[in-house]
């Protein structure tokens, strides 16, 4: 048995050996079964690793772009329900790009985004100067803008918490940034799916230390219940992932 990080939904420190890659250790927690890298990414070492994730916005999430408007449009139209009233207000953490706030706007939201990348931030500002995006992390956005606490009427989070080592600052601000009837609508890949590789190593999204967080449904629901927030709705996912709408407990 491994003795070392603390278990981020549980707080427990007894974990065995899980699998290992790209010379990182990932452990599963003896105490709820959380998995995870071991020890966790330094904070440093995660702006480095999303420091030009995108080689220059020129690949990866960049290369369709016409059909990542297409997608998040029709995403965005599906959020807009939940907050029907003029001046709603939607957040996109991890706006890589900005297509998902730049969707959000067409669909009537004040939309802004907060990104990590540079390169990504960069292109969001040349491509939809209409939408602020900060450059940083939830946490930053909120100590250096205060006032944006309980402000936001949908928080949009897809693909990003698996790779934040400090996840529980990271759902505490969300959290914070959410109005008391917003809502989070947050997927991630799904550890625990019944259509996961039996390899993990053949599992496109076990991919530490840029994938530090392994999260199935019990873990995240665990984990959001620790910052008062409850998944009120779940999106049937045929890929291993989850799609699930939160709102606060």
């Not at 990866?60 to 329900?81: E, I, T, W």
């Not at 309980?150 to 400090?166: N, T």
Request: net charge positive; glycine share 8%; with cysteine.
């Amino acid at each position: 048995m491994l003795d070392a990080t603390p278990c981020p939904v549980c707080d427990g420190r007894d974990h065995a050996p899980f699998a290992a890659k790209n010379g990182h250790q990932i452990v599963r927690c003896a105490g709820c079964g959380f998995t995870f890298q071991s020890p966790l990414p330094r904070a440093e070492e995660t702006t480095a690793l999303y420091d030009d994730a995108y080689a220059g916005a020129t690949e990866g999430y960049f290369a369709k772009v016409d059909k990542k408007m297409r997608r998040s449009r029709g995403r965005a139209r599906r959020l807009r329900r939940l907050a029907r009233g003029p001046g709603a207000r939607f957040m996109d953490v991890g706006a890589s790009g900005g297509f998902m706030m730049a969707a959000a706007r067409e669909s009537g939201f004040d939309a802004t985004g907060i990104e990590l990348d540079p390169k990504s931030v960069a292109y969001a500002r040349q491509h939809y100067p209409a939408c602020p995006v900060f450059h940083g992390t939830v946490e930053m956005f909120l100590h250096d803008t205060p006032e944006a606490a309980a402000s936001f009427d949908v928080i949009y989070c897809a693909e990003v918490i698996e790779h934040v080592p400090d996840v529980n600052a990271f759902v505490a601000a969300i959290a914070r940034l959410m109005k008391p009837d917003g809502r989070l609508f947050l997927t991630t890949p799904d550890i625990g799916h019944w259509r996961r590789p039996r390899d993990i190593q053949r599992w496109d999204a076990f991919d530490p230390p840029a994938h530090c967080l392994y999260f199935d449904r019990p873990s995240l629901t665990r984990l959001l219940a620790k910052h008062g927030l409850r998944i009120v709705s779940r999106a049937l996912a045929l890929k291993p992932g989850l799609k699930v709408l939160v709102a606060k407990a």
